[in-house]
Structure formats: structure tokens, C-alpha cells
């Protein structure tokens, strides 16, 4: 049988960005850039490793994709919005297509996947964060200056109890937020259910002095489990609720923002990403994870520390923060999280990159005050204040006791 030779080469054609799901790669391999960039789109589409008598061509026309663009090791892929599912679909069946097998192809050295832009026929499937850094402002009546908080430290080990006085003392320092790390969830040294209750009484003793705060409790679990969990933790009291978004998954943030009995925003923890994000031939950028986040209805998002805490996320970092509220989404912006590593030394150089619409958050650098949980809370939200009213931390530090301190045992970066 005659087999045709179907070339998924398209370099001098520009195509309808309405109609197609555009992805960047980088690409590392021996072949020519070319036969890379068609094996790409030909497995990723209407093709396989051989010709196959089954394709005609009116499936080929309609369903392959097109390698649109070859710069360096930079290669753009269109996929036809034909090939993503309408109603059933959502992002395990997007990240099937445009992160797939491709990973996976032998004659490909190093793949990255760099950016994807959606057709609006496809961001119209998806609601994106219903609160968003507004909607938390708004929760926290602090329009302008950056949201500050903490992860509760140690990480596990507390009780309800512990955890619930942790927080009622970061609130008592002035901390917007507060939250679950990323490996706690419902251990038996701190059931979920009396911590969430336990918190939500220092939340709303916090509220009766005068003072507003929020703090996301983990509900990462398996997929048949978490709307059930996030249901139960507000009729226990929580006011946010947080996900792993790489170890539970895009589409968990989505239920769980599409869910109408979920009435609180939901914090997304970015833990693991490092093994897909890390390496800047292979993977997948933080600039694609931040898109999908926001398409899916993530209302806060771990961007890293942009160059100065202790996660090292390079240009991802920067990406991350302007994929969070780039104005030419047509979802609601998400709050972008500096989290790890973080000390009110940092704060000013921090802000001076992330801007004012950011949350700074610090687990070490509040517990890890000489002071305690209310001096190190002082001592952040000092830092903050110094930043925003663009006055040098150090000088703010003459009369501001507690970020004096915090200078003194960690110093300025
Ligand atoms: C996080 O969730 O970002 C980390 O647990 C931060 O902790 P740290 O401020 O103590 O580094």
C-alpha cells in the first residue's frame, strides 16, 4: 500500500492564533532541527514513527500540527484547538498533547517546554481564580501595600494547639497570612480537623481585637478525596485552603475552583516543580506552570524569590510574577508568593523586583527570631512597611526594634 510522505514543515505561513494552541520548545538534539521540530508535531498530532495507510489527507489538513517557527534551538508547534477535547477534556488532556510523549522521544536529546498560548475557544473553558490578588485584598482590607505572612515552623511535628497559637501570635505581629507547609496535611501528631478548628478560633480572636488574617490549610490529597476535604475544612472554619499543585495537579486546582460549595481561595504551593523545572534544556518553565495555574483558578501562586532567597529560580522566577498578572489574560490576576528562604533583610530587594502586588512570606525568618513568632512577625511586617514607604531598612531599623534585631542575627542582603 502506498504510503504518503505528509510534511509537518509550515515555516513560511503564519497561522490564526484563534484557531490554534501555540507551544515554544527548546530543543537539544543531534538530527537536523527540522526532522526534530516534524517529530515533535507528528507524534504530538496526526502522526508515529512511520507513514501509516490509515491517514488521509483531510484528517492530516484538519488535525496535524505545524511547526510554524525554527530560531536557534527555539521551535514553535501550532496545534489545531480541534485537537484539544471541548467538554470532557481539560488540562490532562492539553498537557497530553503539548507535554506528552514528546518527553519521551528517543531521537530527542533535551526538550523544554517554554511557553503555550491558548486560543480564546479554549481559555473559555476555563474560569481562572475567582478571588485572585484582588479578591484577597479585598478579604484582607489591604488594598496597596504587599501582603506579608509566614509558613508555620516547624513544618510538622506541632500540635492543633501549637500550630494554633503559631498563628494567633503571627496575627498578633501584624502577618496578613499564614499557612500549612507543604508536607503537613492530616498526621496523626495534628488531625486536619483540630488544627483547622483550632486556627479558626485564633483567626477569629485576631478579627475581635481588630486584626484581619487568613491561613491557607493544606488539602493535598488524592483526586478522589479533595473536594471532599476542602468542603469539610470550611464547615471546620478555614478561610483558604492550599494545594500542591505538581504533586495533585492542575486539573485538582481546577475542581476546586470550579467547585460552587468551594467558597474560599485557594493557595497554590508549587513543591516538586524544581524536578521538572529545574534544568533550562529539559522540562517544563514556570512560565507555562503560572499559565496554567491561572487558567485553572490557582487565587495565589509560589513564584520563588526572584533571585534572593534561598530557592534558585533564575529567570523562572520573573516569568512566574508577570504570568501572574499579566494584563492581556482575560482571567483575574493571580497573587504572586515569594516564599523561601526570606528575611526581613531581603524584603526591600525583593520588592524592588516583585513590585507592590506581591505576598512575602517567611517561615525561618519569623520563628527564627531571636524574639519569637510575634517579634519575628513585627520584625517582616516592619520590612514590608520600610519598603513601601520607600525608606532604606536600615534606617527604618533605628526605630523599629524587632526588624533591628532581625538585621542584627541575619543581616542585609
Ligand atoms: C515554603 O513553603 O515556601 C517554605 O517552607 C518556606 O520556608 P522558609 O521561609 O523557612 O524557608
Known amino acids: 500500500m502506498m504510503m504518503k510522505d505528509y510534511s509537518y514543515l509550515h515555516l513560511d505561513e503564519s497561522t490564526d492564533p484563534e484557531g490554534y494552541v501555540v507551544c515554544e520548545y527548546r530543543v537539544t538534539t543531534d538530527m537536523p532541527m527540522e526532522n526534530a521540530a516534524s517529530a515533535i508535531a507528528a507524534e504530538q498530532s496526526t502522526g508515529t514513527w512511520t507513514g501509516i495507510s490509515t491517514l488521509r489527507d483531510d484528517v492530516f489538513e484538519r488535525y496535524g500540527a505545524r511547526v510554524t517557527r525554527i530560531e536557534g534551538d527555539l521551535v514553535e508547534v501550532a496545534y489545531p484547538a480541534e485537537d484539544f477535547s471541548i467538554d470532557v477534556g481539560g488540562v490532562p488532556q492539553i498537557l497530553s498533547v503539548i507535554a506528552g510523549n514528546l518527553f519521551g522521544l528517543e531521537s530527542i536529546g533535551k526538550l523544554r517546554l517554554e511557553d503555550v498560548r491558548f486560543p480564546s475557544c479554549i481559555q473559555e473553558q476555563f474560569s481562572g481564580p475567582r478571588f485572585g490578588a484582588e479578591g484577597l485584598r479585598r478579604i484582607l482590607g489591604r488594598p496597596e501595600k504587599p501582603l506579608v505572612g509566614t509558613i508555620v515552623k516547624p513544618k510538622i511535628g506541632l500540635s492543633p494547639e501549637d500550630t494554633a497559637e503559631y498563628v494567633y501570635e503571627a496575627g498578633a505581629g501584624g502577618l496578613t497570612n499564614s499557612k500549612d507547609d507543604e508536607t503537613l496535611v492530616d498526621q496523626r501528631f495534628c488531625p486536619i480537623e483540630d488544627r483547622t478548628k483550632a486556627v479558626a478560633e485564633s483567626l477569629d480572636r485576631l478579627k475581635e481585637e481588630g486584626h484581619r488574617m487568613v491561613h491557607a490549610v493544606n488539602i493535598s490529597t488524592g483526586g478522589h478525596r479533595i473536594l471532599e476535604l476542602a468542603e469539610k ?181
Not at 512566574?320 to 499579566?326: G, I, N, Q, Y
Not at 526581613?344 to 507592590?356: D, F, N, Y
Open 233 to 413: 475544612v470550611q464547615s471546620w472554619g478555614a478561610k483558604q485552603i492550599m494545594v500542591d499543585v505538581i504533586t495533585c495537579g492542575f486539573a485538582a486546582v481546577q475542581a476546586l475552583a470550579e467547585d460552587p460549595s468551594i467558597k474560599v481561595p485557594i493557595h497554590v504551593h508549587r513543591t516538586m516543580h524544581g524536578a521538572i523545572t529545574r534544568d533550562p534544556l529539559h522540562g517544563i518553565s514556570m512560565l507555562a506552570i503560572t499559565r496554567l495555574v491561572r487558567m485553572c483558578g490557582g487565587d495565589a501562586l509560589h513564584i520563588g524569590t526572584l533571585g534572593v532567597g534561598k530557592m534558585s529560580g533564575g529567570k523562572g522566577d520573573h516569568d512566574s510574577l508577570e504570568a501572574c498578572l499579566d494584563g492581556g489574560s482575560p482571567y483575574a490576576t493571580v497573587m504572586p508568593v515569594c516564599s523561601g528562604g526570606v528575611y526581613p533583610g531581603m524584603v526591600g530587594r525583593m520588592i524592588e523586583e516583585s513590585g507592590m502586588n506581591v505576598q512575602i512570606q517567611a517561615g525561618g525568618g519569623v520563628a527564627g527570631h531571636p524574639g519569637g513568632v510575634r517579634s519575628g512577625a513585627r520584625g517582616m511586617c516592619q520590612a514590608v512597611d520600610a519598603a513601601f514607604l520607600g525608606v532604606h531598612v536600615r534606617d527604618y531599623a533605628e526605630d523599629h526594634r524587632e526588624l533591628r534585631e532581625a538585621l542584627d542575627k541575619w543581616g542585609i542582603k
